[in-house]
């Protein structure tokens, strides 16, 4: 059983930092695009960054400037630097990945469970 767990989350100050881990647990035969999502409350979830298997990556406009998507392949690791927190940054923030658990399988799509961000004075 594949599982996303992800960590890092927190309690911030406006213009500090914070990292966001993921990493997939499990057996994992290959890993495709993983990237962060954020839903705070009121609003639709909405995509922060992605990075595909060789390393491309996507941000947001809201976020471009100041947060870093990386990954550990090795590891089946995804991070999140975010740098210059505004208040508006604050919601939950959730991996996503897509995995693949044997050589035949077809790639799934797998989501973490979630963790709180909060950027407040």
């Known amino acids: 059983q594949v599982q996303l767990v992800e960590s890092g989350g927190g309690l911030v100050q406006p213009g500090g930092s914070l990292r966001l881990s993921c990493a997939a647990s499990?057996?994992?035969?290959?890993?495709?695009?993983m990237g962060w999502y954020r839903q705070a409350p009121g609003k639709q979830r909405e995509l922060v960054a992605d990075?595909?298997?060789?390393?491309?990556?996507r941000n947001a406009d809201p976020v471009k400037g100041r947060f870093t998507i990386s990954r550990d392949n090795a590891k089946n690791t995804v991070y999140l630097q975010m740098n210059s927190l505004k208040p508006e940054d604050t919601a939950v923030y959730s991996c996503?990945?897509?995995?693949?658990?044997?050589?035949?399988?077809?790639?799934?799509?797998?989501w973490g469970q979630g963790t709180q961000v909060t950027v407040s004075s």
């Open positions: 499990g057996i994992v035969f290959w890993s495709g695009t």
């Open positions: 996503n990945a897509e995995l693949k658990t044997t050589l035949l399988s077809r790639p799934k799509n797998y």
């Open positions: 990075i595909t298997s060789d390393g491309r990556t």
